[in-house]
Each structure stands twice: as structure tokens, then as C-alpha cells.
């Protein structure tokens, strides 16, 4: 039985900001790749579908639930024109338009990321750090 927000096959909803923000960064990042892997090359048009997916499937959260193929349509729709172009000249297209978007190249983004830090375990109100699990216990 169908139901009023089922989705619709061939209907794509309005791009919410975000999306429109992560499809920014995305054709930032596939314009950095171009322009460092051979940028004299032709572009491959299937090359560039995978990319394009597989750099929004990463910036919209690894998820299926999480926008990436708007954020994909977005990209494909926004790039220029593929035929007969060159990576090095693609990119500079690519990184315009991620420009137009709102996207800025963050110069203060450090190039080593930094990760949380494992703390000691806390303990509960009494001060008592609780003992390990027997399947946690050294040696066994």
C-alpha cells in the first residue's frame, strides 16, 4: 500500500543548504585530485561519475541515509562541460564553481588531523574504579 511520503522514482527533492555545501566540497576535492594526477590527461567521463560518487558517498557521512546521491546530482549538474576536456583544465572549472558556491580553501586547516586522546577509565560517585569484566581480565 502506498503512503504519502514514500518517494517517488524519478523525483528529487529541493537540495536542503547543507547538501548544497557538501556538493561544494565535493567538487573541490575531485578538482584537487585532478589537478595533481596528471592534469594534461582527458578526462574519463565514467572516471568522473565514480569519483564524484564516491567523494559525496565520503562527505554526506558514509551513510545510505545521509544525501549522498543529491549531493552527487548536485556535482554532476554544477560541473562543466566534460567532452574534450582536459583534468588540469576541469579543475580550474571545478574549484570556480565550488568557489561560486561558497566553498573557501581553508589555509588554517592543519595538514595532520588531530584525534581525541584514550583517557584513564573514570570511576563512579564512591571513587571506586570498577574491576574489568572477566573476559576483559589479563591472561586469560
Do not use: C
Not at 585532478?34 to 564524484?52: H, K, N, S
Not at 580553501?105 to 570498577?130: C, K, L, N, Y
Amino acid at each position: 500500500m502506498a503512503h504519502r511520503n514514500d518517494r517517488r522514482p524519478g523525483v528529487v527533492p529541493d537540495a536542503t543548504p547543507e547538501q548544497m555545501t557538501q556538493a561544494a566540497e565535493v567538487l573541490a576535492l575531485v578538482a584537487k585530485r585532478y589537478q595533481d594526477e596528471t592534469p594534461g590527461a582527458p578526462v574519463d567521463e565514467f572516471e568522473f561519475v565514480m569519483r564524484v560518487g564516491a567523494d559525496a558517498y565520503t562527505v554526506a557521512g558514509r551513510s545510505s541515509a545521509g544525501g549522498h546521491r543529491q549531493v552527487a546530482a548536485l556535482v554532476r549538474e554544477r560541473a562543466p562541460q566534460l567532452a574534450g576536456a582536459t583534468r588540469g583544465w576541469l579543475a580550474e572549472g571545478l574549484l570556480a564553481t565550488a568557489r561560486r558556491m561558497g566553498w573557501e580553501d581553508d589555509a588554517e586547516t592543519p595538514a595532520i588531523p588531530s584525534h581525541p586522546v584514550p583517557r584513564p577509565r573514570t570511576s563512579d560517585e564512591s571513587g571506586r574504579v570498577p574491576a574489568p569484566r572477566p573476559e576483559q581480565a589479563v591472561g586469560r
